[in-house]
Protein backbone atom coordinates (compact mmCIF):
# COMPACT_ATOMS: atom_id res chain seq x y z
CA UNK A 1 0.00 0.00 0.00
CA UNK A 2 1.90 3.57 -1.04
CA UNK A 3 2.03 6.28 1.05
CA UNK A 4 -0.70 8.22 -1.13
CA UNK A 5 -3.52 5.79 -0.63
CA UNK A 6 -2.37 5.52 2.89
CA UNK A 7 -2.74 9.36 3.60
CA UNK A 8 -5.81 9.98 1.24
CA UNK A 9 -8.75 10.24 3.54
CA UNK A 10 -11.88 12.73 2.85
CA UNK A 11 -11.36 14.24 5.72
CA UNK A 12 -8.29 15.99 3.96
CA UNK A 13 -10.50 16.95 1.37
CA UNK A 14 -13.76 18.26 3.24
CA UNK A 15 -11.39 20.48 5.41
CA UNK A 16 -10.40 21.87 2.13
CA UNK A 17 -13.45 22.50 0.89
CA UNK A 18 -14.27 24.34 4.19
CA UNK A 19 -11.04 26.41 4.12
CA UNK A 20 -11.71 27.73 1.05
CA UNK A 21 -15.43 28.82 1.89
CA UNK A 22 -14.60 29.92 4.97
CA UNK A 23 -12.08 32.50 3.04
CA UNK A 24 -15.40 33.86 1.53
CA UNK A 25 -16.44 35.84 5.39
CA UNK A 26 -12.81 37.60 5.27
CA UNK A 27 -10.93 35.72 7.12
CA UNK A 28 -7.47 35.60 5.38
CA UNK A 29 -7.10 31.76 5.88
CA UNK A 30 -8.73 29.50 8.81
CA UNK A 31 -5.99 26.98 9.50
CA UNK A 32 -6.83 23.24 9.98
CA UNK A 33 -5.41 21.05 12.72
CA UNK A 34 -5.47 17.51 14.17
CA UNK A 35 -7.02 17.64 17.66
CA UNK A 36 -4.92 19.85 19.48
CA UNK A 37 -4.57 22.19 21.75
CA UNK A 38 -5.22 19.81 24.87
CA UNK A 39 -4.68 22.56 26.98
CA UNK A 40 -5.54 26.18 27.50
CA UNK A 41 -1.75 26.79 27.37
CA UNK A 42 -1.11 25.43 24.19
CA UNK A 43 -4.11 27.43 22.60
CA UNK A 44 -2.56 30.87 23.54
CA UNK A 45 0.48 29.97 22.58
CA UNK A 46 0.06 28.47 19.29
CA UNK A 47 -2.84 30.20 18.20
CA UNK A 48 -2.53 31.81 14.65
CA UNK A 49 -2.62 34.99 13.22
CA UNK A 50 -5.75 35.95 11.99
CA UNK A 51 -8.32 35.32 14.84
CA UNK A 52 -9.78 32.33 14.07
CA UNK A 53 -8.47 28.54 13.82
CA UNK A 54 -10.49 25.11 13.41
CA UNK A 55 -9.10 21.70 15.21
CA UNK A 56 -10.58 18.66 14.16
CA UNK A 57 -10.95 14.85 14.78
CA UNK A 58 -12.22 12.03 12.60
CA UNK A 59 -14.09 8.88 13.68
CA UNK A 60 -15.33 6.19 11.87
CA UNK A 61 -18.78 5.12 12.41
CA UNK A 62 -20.52 1.71 12.28
CA UNK A 63 -22.34 1.15 8.71
CA UNK A 64 -25.74 1.50 8.60
CA UNK A 65 -26.18 -1.73 6.50
CA UNK A 66 -24.41 -4.84 5.83
CA UNK A 67 -22.69 -3.30 2.36
CA UNK A 68 -19.35 -3.32 3.27
CA UNK A 69 -18.06 -0.30 1.05
CA UNK A 70 -20.15 2.55 1.99
CA UNK A 71 -18.10 4.31 4.80
CA UNK A 72 -19.50 6.07 7.80
CA UNK A 73 -17.56 8.80 9.67
CA UNK A 74 -17.95 11.61 11.66
CA UNK A 75 -15.95 14.85 12.02
CA UNK A 76 -15.68 16.66 15.37
CA UNK A 77 -14.83 20.40 14.15
CA UNK A 78 -13.68 23.27 17.31
CA UNK A 79 -13.84 26.21 15.76
CA UNK A 80 -12.27 28.86 18.00
CA UNK A 81 -11.90 32.20 18.28
CA UNK A 82 -10.02 35.51 20.02
CA UNK A 83 -11.91 37.95 22.19
CA UNK A 84 -11.99 40.38 19.42
CA UNK A 85 -15.32 39.74 17.90
CA UNK A 86 -15.34 36.36 18.86
CA UNK A 87 -18.92 36.21 19.18
CA UNK A 88 -20.00 37.59 15.76
CA UNK A 89 -17.24 35.28 13.92
CA UNK A 90 -18.62 31.76 16.06
CA UNK A 91 -22.10 33.03 14.74
CA UNK A 92 -20.73 33.65 10.91
CA UNK A 93 -18.67 30.04 10.77
CA UNK A 94 -21.14 27.85 12.04
CA UNK A 95 -24.10 29.91 9.91
CA UNK A 96 -21.83 28.91 6.65
CA UNK A 97 -20.68 25.54 7.88
CA UNK A 98 -24.33 24.46 8.73
CA UNK A 99 -25.58 25.97 5.06
CA UNK A 100 -23.14 24.49 3.35
CA UNK A 101 -22.70 20.92 5.13
CA UNK A 102 -26.76 20.42 5.65
CA UNK A 103 -27.61 19.31 2.41
CA UNK A 104 -26.95 15.76 2.52
CA UNK A 105 -27.02 14.05 -1.15
CA UNK A 106 -26.85 17.95 -2.56
CA UNK A 107 -23.92 18.73 -0.40
CA UNK A 108 -22.28 15.49 -1.50
CA UNK A 109 -22.62 16.29 -4.87
CA UNK A 110 -21.41 20.15 -4.29
CA UNK A 111 -18.45 18.40 -2.68
CA UNK A 112 -17.86 15.86 -5.18
CA UNK A 113 -17.43 18.76 -7.65
CA UNK A 114 -15.44 20.74 -5.99
CA UNK A 115 -12.92 17.94 -5.19
CA UNK A 116 -12.77 17.04 -8.80
CA UNK A 117 -12.29 20.52 -10.07
CA UNK A 118 -9.67 21.32 -7.19
CA UNK A 119 -7.69 18.12 -7.43
CA UNK A 120 -5.25 16.92 -6.85
CA UNK A 121 -4.32 18.69 -3.45
CA UNK A 122 -0.93 18.68 -1.61
CA UNK A 123 -0.95 17.63 1.73
CA UNK A 124 2.74 17.82 3.49
CA UNK A 125 4.22 17.24 0.30
CA UNK A 126 1.91 14.45 -0.94
CA UNK A 127 -0.15 15.09 -4.02
CA UNK A 128 -3.47 13.31 -3.32
CA UNK A 129 -6.23 12.93 -6.22
CA UNK A 130 -9.98 12.47 -4.79
CA UNK A 131 -10.55 8.29 -4.59
CA UNK A 132 -13.64 8.20 -3.05
CA UNK A 133 -17.34 9.35 -3.93
CA UNK A 134 -19.38 11.14 -1.16
CA UNK A 135 -22.98 10.06 -0.64
CA UNK A 136 -24.40 12.40 2.02
CA UNK A 137 -23.60 14.72 4.75
CA UNK A 138 -25.15 15.85 8.07
CA UNK A 139 -23.82 18.69 10.60
CA UNK A 140 -25.49 19.16 13.83
CA UNK A 141 -23.52 21.70 16.58
CA UNK A 142 -23.77 20.19 20.13
CA UNK A 143 -25.09 22.45 22.84
CA UNK A 144 -21.16 22.98 24.24
CA UNK A 145 -19.77 25.53 23.63
CA UNK A 146 -16.91 27.15 25.45
CA UNK A 147 -15.06 30.66 26.31
CA UNK A 148 -11.53 29.87 27.24
CA UNK A 149 -10.21 32.35 29.41
CA UNK A 150 -5.94 32.14 30.26
CA UNK A 151 -5.84 34.03 33.30
CA UNK A 152 -1.59 34.13 32.88
CA UNK A 153 -2.30 36.17 29.40
CA UNK A 154 -6.05 37.71 29.97
CA UNK A 155 -6.62 36.78 26.38
CA UNK A 156 -10.61 35.06 25.82
CA UNK A 157 -11.24 32.17 23.53
CA UNK A 158 -14.72 31.67 22.26
CA UNK A 159 -15.44 27.90 20.66
CA UNK A 160 -18.23 26.47 19.07
CA UNK A 161 -18.09 22.38 18.41
CA UNK A 162 -19.72 21.29 15.68
CA UNK A 163 -20.06 17.77 14.46
CA UNK A 164 -20.50 16.44 10.84
CA UNK A 165 -21.95 13.10 9.66
CA UNK A 166 -20.87 11.66 5.93
CA UNK A 167 -21.01 8.58 4.26
CA UNK A 168 -18.60 7.94 0.89
CA UNK A 169 -17.42 4.93 -1.09
CA UNK A 170 -13.66 4.36 -1.91
CA UNK A 171 -12.89 4.55 -5.47
CA UNK A 172 -10.10 2.35 -7.55
CA UNK A 173 -7.89 4.76 -9.00
CA UNK A 174 -4.87 4.01 -11.62
Not at 14 to 28: C, P, S, T, W
Not at 91 to 108: C, F, H, Q, S
Not at 129 to 153: C, G, M, W, Y
Amino acid sequence: MSKTSILNTPVLWVNAYLQEKLEDLGFETVPFFPTTPSTINDLTEFFPPGGVMCTYDRMMRMRKGPFPHIKCEQLLYYFYATAENSTINMVKITEKVNRLMDGEDETAQDLNDWCIKHGPITVEGVSLEPNFRFHSFKVFQLQETRDIINFASARTYGGNKIVIYYDYTMLELE
